[in-house]
């Protein structure tokens, strides 16, 4: 809604299950790096970030999805095309990077694209999994 100009992830977003809130995490400043480069810099910068969001989003998308098939969450497939669209989305931005200045556009991307889906969809999917005893600080050590 707002207009945002975030320099870490808000509070609100950290969900409630550390290893997804790490990885909500390095998406969100990923998108920040780009945020700070796009007006300045084009090209290589922005390809390289956009490289490395692409990797981490495929990391991220199959945790939660066998996460969700694991534990027999009945909106798996809302929630995986959901990520499809998503990851549509990702690459028609990655695609506008290539010969458009993308900074006016950046910020309704980070909206729509991790804001939203957080607070709508992994928050609902989180509430599920503390449910089914998933451990809510376990976390990688080396982070
Ligand atoms: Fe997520
Ligand atoms: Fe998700």
Redesign the pocket.
Known sequence: MTSHHPSLLPIEFEIGIAE?DL??KRLYSLLERLRNVTDKHFGYAVNAILAELDLETRI??AV?ESLMRLLSFSETDAHVSEHRHLTDQLKIFSQRAQDHDISDGLSNFIQLWLID??DK??RE?VAYFLSKGVDPVAAPKDN
Do not use: G, K, V, Y
């Open positions: 997804i990885q909500h991220h998308f939660e889906h957080i969809h992994d999917l």
